[in-house]
């Protein structure tokens, strides 16, 4: 018959269904057969590690949404309601609490890797650029997500937030109007809010679905950095790799669950178990710990505006990072001198995070004006230059034979 | 190929070689499939848990109600537990058409006796909820139909019940259902 798939599965149901939709096949060549580089390192399971806390936090959210209430007098409530009466409410709410938590945790460690190994590089360019989008989308989904229990810190901090985009001339306060849907932050924003809180999650799965497919054009990178020039470079993603993503994923639920079940409000903030009061301030706004790094390269000038957009530019300038990068080495493995450069900006990262826990005073100044120099130095002007300037390291001559240290047998 | 043949047969122990029996990657297989249908179990038990009732719902919920503005031969409707509960005062003929019945001429056959608290007959106490389809019968307003054994008419599919809230004709498979309740005094009582 025409248009079928030809499918090669000897069960009959599932030929039937493979022949005229072909996920079957589709699933077992991107995540059965698909080759993958044979000398991964624990690094690489971060990114199956964000697809695992993606589905958790959207499930976890939707039980969520069914007890929450989206309204500014029944809030606050509805989240306590959940924690004591709901079964299992205590449960579900730390789960997803933590989850954020631990979403940015894997994620930052997923972007060291691309960063140190180079897999921003060509061919991986648009690759890189659709996880910066990710990166975005989650950063856009977290804020309006805190916002909805409704405490001191979730309506304070939408206060902030919302209030940077006054700083762009002329348009500015009525885009914070748009945003309010009001005078302030009240009922029409928590509203949208919520609305899009719930929404940006699948949005983030299709992006993510185009991460990975982009991907699996290019095939991924390795530590060694170098292509894999054949099959035996390679391995099949099933059962090497779901195997060792299967222990990956078990050691990052233990420690989710510790979290969870022993630390639940460790990384929070206790201003948050006050219900929102619009007619007093809390006497320090802090971000949630993700963000922290963001709020001190915001506060480090003393500009609004310049503030503003050296905080947006922290994370446009990683889109151009491919294009930054002028060496021809992808993996820092062979980069003796631009690795301690790269080093130094997670310092830097970590130092910015510490500032923008502190109030914008004394030492925390001078310290979130140092790192916030550093990091875009790091990128507009280091990586560029020692791209040209720096030695490499010889590159190994195949993956093979950096792995089993004997050249590739002929055969 | 020789490289993978070589690289994955080191390492075997016992039971490895032959195809045949079972190997440890089958232990394995086994030990990490029951791994995981206990964590998805756990989640579902999670999940699927917390939609049943929460606490401050199941929390018992009681209503009192005081019975002596009901006049003889009149009734009122309250809602307990989000049910409307029918509670009428019986007149004497009211009462003796609910005794006088044979029982195997009742559908879901029950004496009228079973049916009220001793010593005070005249009040009949009833879940509101016709057994069919779930619709509130008529017959607590004066102005009700009351069908024909002049106890309650359901409007919707015709179900018609007697004086002591038994299904006597119509679609419905089962007599009014009766709530919890107890005489706290001769004029008052508190369901639930």
Not at chain 1, 146 to 157: K, R
């Given at each position: 018959m025409a248009g079928l798939h030809k499918s090669d599965l000897p069960n009959p149901v599932l030929n039937w269904i493979d022949s005229r939709l072909p996920i079957i096949t589709m699933m077992q060549k991107e995540y059965g057969v698909f080759p993958t580089p044979r000398n991964f390192n624990y690094f690489w399971n971060f990114g199956a590690l964000a697809m695992?806390?993606?589905v958790l936090m959207i499930v976890t959210g939707i039980f969520l949404a069914m007890n929450y209430q989206p309204n500014t007098g029944l809030a606050f409530d509805s989240v306590q309601h959940i924690m004591r009466d709901v079964n299992y409410g205590w449960l579900l709410r730390y789960v997803h609490q933590n989850g954020a938590s631990m979403f940015f945790i894997v994620t930052y460690i997923h972007i060291f890797r691309g960063m140190y190994y180079g897999s921003y590089k060509a061919p991986r360019e648009l690759l890189w650029i659709l996880g910066v989008v990710i990166l975005l989308?989650?950063?856009?989904?977290?804020?309006?997500?805190?916002?909805?229990?409704?405490?001191?810190?979730?309506?304070?901090?939408?206060?902030?937030?919302?209030n940077l985009f006054s700083a762009f001339p002329g348009v500015g306060k009525y885009i914070v109007t748009l945003l309010w849907g009001g005078f302030s932050v009240d009922q029409p924003t928590l509203n949208r809010f919520f609305s899009l809180h719930y929404l940006l999650p699948f949005v983030l799965i299709g992006v993510v679905f185009l991460h990975v497919a982009a991907l699996h054009i290019v095939g991924s990178n390795n530590p060694l950095g170098i292509e894999p020039g054949g099959p035996q470079d390679t391995l099949p993603f099933h059962p090497y790799y779901t195997a060792k993503d299967s222990v990956?994923?078990?050691?990052?639920?233990?420690?989710?669950?510790?979290?969870?079940f022993f630390a639940p409000n460790l990384l929070g903030d206790p201003n948050n178990f006050i219900e929102a009061n619009p007619l007093q301030t809390p006497a320090d706004i802090v971000p949630e710990w993700y963000f922290l790094p963001y709020y001190a390269i915001l506060r480090s000038v003393p500009n609004k505006l310049l503030g503003v957009c050296m905080m947006f530019g922290s994370l446009l300038v990683l889109l151009i990072l491919p294009w930054l990068d002028t060496s021809r080495v992808r993996s820092c493995r062979f980069r003796p001198t631009y690795k301690w450069f790269l080093f130094a900006w997670v310092i830097?990262?970590?130092?910015?995070?510490?500032?923008?826990?502190n109030k914008p005073e004394g030492i925390f100044v001078i310290l979130s004006r140092v790192a916030t120099l550093y990091y875009y130095a790091f990128f507009l002007v280091i990586t560029p230059i020692l791209g040209k300037l720096e030695r490499p390291l010889p590159l190994p001559v195949s993956i093979t034979q950096s792995v089993t240290g004997r050249p590739l047998e002929s055969h | 190929m020789a490289d993978s043949s070589a690289s994955t047969a080191h390492?075997?122990?016992a039971g490895g070689h032959d195809s045949t029996g079972t190997t440890r990657r089958d232990l394995l297989d086994l030990v990490a499939g029951a791994g995981g249908a206990m964590l998805a179990g756990g989640i579902a038990v999670a999940l699927i848990g917390s939609m049943n009732p929460a606490a401050d719902v199941l929390a018992v919920s009681s209503v009192e109600i005081d019975l002596s503005p009901i006049a003889v031969g009149s009734g009122i409707t309250v809602m307990w537990q989000g049910k409307p509960i029918f509670v009428r005062h019986r007149t004497e003929k009211e009462i003796t058409e609910a005794r006088d019945v044979n029982l195997s001429d009742l559908r879901d056959p029950q004496t009228d006796a079973s049916r009220v608290k001793a010593g005070h007959d005249q009040w009949i106490i009833l879940i509101g909820i016709c057994t069919h389809l779930g619709c509130i019968p008529l017959?607590?307003?004066?102005?009700?139909?009351?069908?024909?054994?002049?106890?309650?008419?359901?409007?919707?599919?015709g179900s018609q019940y007697d004086t002591s809230g038994r299904i006597r004709k119509g679609p419905a498979p089962l007599d009014l259902a009766l709530p919890p309740y107890a005489f706290e005094s001769d004029t008052r009582i508190k369901i639930g």
């Open positions: 695992v806390t993606l989308l989650m950063m856009a989904t977290a804020f309006m997500g805190y916002v909805l229990p409704w405490g001191q810190m979730s309506y304070w901090g939408a206060t902030v937030i919302t990956g994923i078990c050691v990052f639920l233990i420690v989710w669950a510790a979290f969870v830097s990262f970590a130092v910015l995070g510490y500032c923008g826990m | 390492g075997h122990s017959g607590n307003k004066p102005t009700d139909m009351r069908g024909e054994w002049g106890g309650w008419f359901c409007p919707c599919h």
